[in-house]
């Protein structure tokens, strides 16, 4: 047993994450028996899973006294660790396997855990044992591997971790039983997707992997053209269904799920989406799609599925959008920037914060009409109840979104360096960074090492939220400048 610092203390909890981290990467092997001549890629999971679980289990043999707290900085960086940990782990398959390079490799794992879903694998030549593999992780991904422990261990594995990893509510009073409550409505949700899915006529693997993956708001697809490729209404619905679950906040789905329908339609987050489907979803089917595919019918139908896609950050498609007018392409940067609900698995600004920024901003309005005397503070429904806007809440949320969109121009910049055009960089930058996985052409097995770097980190930062990346990385930093000026003295 190893007795020492704070450093060694985030080793421990990294180790702890990295055994279930190892077990997550074994499950795709369990396919082989269906598909024998598949068993050769075994040996892809077994190593990585190995040596994942041997780090894991020597890490977390490490002691922490009993009065140890973490920190805010110290679980920044446990979870950043973990997850950038979790992606190099989960690289190694593709790398073992063959197909991709390092950084091509590093750019899929992490699209998956990220529940981002740009690729650079050509799906229709790739092994069923690795499309699993890749939608196992995005399923993973999405509720949190923080999440995940916590179920499966104690409360005492601590709520700062559990906060870390985007996690801002408590269903119920322990934080152990609220993760498991949160796994078994997912695990719900997955099991009746699947059977539904299967139901509509899709193959029962293609209908496990697109399940996992709409339900994590992912959008990796066992087809090349994606959703698109069954041509079925009642497919698109149901994937409509289980996306809009997915980019639900994690309490407001247990709200749904006890019967509690006239509190969650009050919710200032439903609202919001029900106003932007409805405003946004004929208008781009009127003005940019109805003269591309012949008739109001498909205009809407297109327009509805692809709009919403975008807006929960899946990532599925139906049809190109290389042929779209600039009209329809801006909306969906704009959709994809805005994201899905706070606390759940989609990415983006979050509809929570965008929200607060629309009523504070309305409010001040109306203010400038009210009589000086009359109070009237500006709230928001949220699942935990009626919250009153005030200085600091409209702070963080405009903070939180000048700096999103702050990267999200950097990022445009580096792709467009990387010789992309504007147009084509900010619609694949803000995928990335909103973590929805919609591509225009960009992301490939060709695309510049400089640009996948670029994305991989964007895709990180829309997972985990700025901050937290952030203050990890001041944590590290810190702590390495205290030890050098110790040093010196």
Known sequence: MIKSDETLYAFKYIGIMLIFVAGIILLPVVV????????EYVFCFLIPAAVAGAAGVFMSRIIVPE??????????????????????????????????????????AMSGWTTTGLSV?????????????????????????????????????????????????????NIAKSARLIMKIYSGYFAAGTLLYVAFGMPAFDAVNHSMAALSTGGFSTRTMSIGAYDSLSIELVTVILMILGATNFYANMILVRGRF?????????????IMTAALVPVVAYLSLYGLYGSVSSALR???????????????????????????????????VVGGGIGSTAGGIKLGRINILLRQNSWSLKRKFMPERMVNKPAVYR?????????????????????FTAFLLIGTCILTLSGYGLKESLFEFASAIGTVGLSVGVTGIHTPPTALWAMTFGM??????????FYSIMNVVRKFCRREIKALN
Not at 75 to 87: E, K, M, P, R
Not at 264 to 274: D, I, P, Q, S, Y
Not at 460 to 469: D, K, M, Q, T
């Open 302 to 336: 297109i327009s509805f599925f692809n709009l919403i896609s975008a807006l929960t950050t899946t990532g599925f498609s139906t049809v190109s959008y290389n042929d779209w007018p600039d009209f329809a392409y801006l909306v969906m940067i704009v959709l994809m």
């Open 460 to 469: 990180l930062l829309g997972r985990l939220e700025i901050f937290v990346v």
């Open 67 to 108: 009065q140890y707290r973490l920190t805010a900085g110290n679980a920044a960086t446990i979870v950043v660790g973990t997850w950038c940990l979790a992606a190099f782990f989960s690289a190694l398959p593709f790398m073992l396997a063959g197909t991709l390079n390092f950084t091509q490799a590093y750019f899929e």
């Open 262 to 274: 006239l509190e969650f339609f009050r919710l200032g987050e439903t609202k919001l989406v029900l």
């Open 383 to 403: 699942p935990d109840g009626k919250t009153f806007i005030n200085p600091e809440l409209y702070l963080e949320s405009a903070n939180y979104a000048l700096t």
């Open 121 to 173: 694998i050509d799906v229709s030549e790739s092994p069923r044992v690795f499309l699993l593999f890749r939608s196992i992780i995005q399923f993973f991904g999405g509720v949190g591997i923080v999440l995940i422990v916590v179920s499966a261990l104690s409360e005492s594995f601590g709520m700062t971790l559990f906060a870390s990893e985007g996690h801002n509510d408590k269903l119920l009073p």
């Open 32 to 39: 082989v028996p269906f598909y024998p001549e598949e068993a």
